[in-house]
């Protein structure tokens, strides 16, 4: 399976999983969304397929096509494993900004 990062890197790859975020949606809807020819999203969306982030599902004539949950979740675990290295770094931040808060000395208002 291709790397998620490689397959998200393209910008044209992303608005079309923005697009798919509401729902399925056929290829002439997302030439609509994402405003690139027919050609274009049709090759995007294969890509999409074979590294498993769309299903494509026929209805009649049409083919409609919707995000998978695994490469996102692929995602989500690899993202949590840094989660509690930045939660730790803001959380330290917080205390300091607290720190100062405290012991900055508080100005007296001047009477005029």
Do not use: C
């Amino acid at each position: 399976m291709p790397d998620v990062f490689q397959i998200l890197a393209d910008p044209t790859r992303r608005r079309l999983v923005e697009a798919l975020q509401t729902g399925e949606h056929s290829v002439s809807e997302l030439v609509e969304e994402v405003d690139i020819g027919q050609p274009g999203v049709s090759r995007q969306l294969a890509i999409l397929q074979e590294a498993r982030f769309v299903a494509v599902r026929p209805e009649g004539r049409r083919r409609l096509y919707a995000l998978r949950p695994e490469p996102f979740q692929e995602l989500n675990d690899w993202i949590t494993g840094y989660r509690g290295m930045w939660e730790a770094r803001l959380d330290r931040f917080a205390a300091e900004l607290d720190r100062r808060r405290r012991t900055r000395p508080k100005h007296k208002e001047e009477h005029k």
